[in-house]
C-alpha cells in the first residue's frame, strides 16, 4: 500500500515562500499524476497543483498560477510545491494525492480529485499579515 508524506509546512508572513515536498516511502512504482490540494475548515477541499504525463505537464488554479510551482524529483517519486508571494488566503491545510492505477486522470480532472486513489495527512501552512 503506498503512503504519501507531506512535509515543509509552517508559517511565514505575506510574501514569503515555502516549499512543500510528498514523498511515497518505500515505493519505487511510478505515478501518473500527483497533486496538491488545500483544505480551510468549513470549506471545499480545492486543487492547487498537478504534474502528470511523465512530469511534462503541469495545471494550476487561477490563484495560485504565476506564483506556484510543481515538480519532480524524477525516479524519487518526490513532488515539490514551491510557494512564493504567499498571501493569507493561501492559509490552509495542504494534501498531496497520487494517481497511481487506472484509471488515470490528467490535467484539470486531477484537480478536481478524481482518479486520486492515495493521500498524504496534510501540513498546515499558514500565512500571517
Known amino acids: 500500500q503506498v503512503q504519501l508524506v507531506e512535509s515543509g509546512g509552517g508559517s511565514v508572513e505575506t510574501g514569503g515562500s515555502l516549499r512543500l515536498s510528498c514523498e511515497a516511502p518505500?515505493?519505487?512504482?511510478?505515478?501518473?499524476?500527483m497533486a496538491w490540494f488545500r483544505q480551510v475548515p468549513g470549506k471545499e477541499r480545492e486543487g492547487v497543483a498537478v504534474?502528470?504525463?511523465?512530469?511534462?505537464?503541469?495545471r494550476y488554479t487561477d490563484s495560485v498560477e504565476g506564483r506556484f510551482t510543481i515538480s519532480q524529483d524524477n525516479g524519487k517519486n518526490t513532488v515539490h510545491l514551491q510557494m512564493n508571494s504567499l498571501k493569507a488566503e493561501d492559509t490552509a491545510m495542504y494534501y498531496c494525492?497520487?494517481?497511481?492505477?487506472?484509471?488515470?486522470?490528467?490535467?484539470?480532472?486531477?484537480?478536481?480529485?478524481?482518479?486520486?486513489?492515495?493521500w498524504g495527512q496534510g501540513t498546515l501552512v499558514t500565512v500571517s499579515s
Open positions: 504534474i502528470y504525463n511523465g512530469g511534462r505537464s503541469t
Open positions: 494525492a497520487g494517481d497511481f492505477n487506472p484509471p488515470y486522470c490528467g490535467g484539470s480532472v486531477c484537480l478536481e480529485g478524481k482518479y486520486l486513489e492515495v
Open positions: 518505500g515505493h519505487t512504482y511510478s505515478y501518473n499524476a
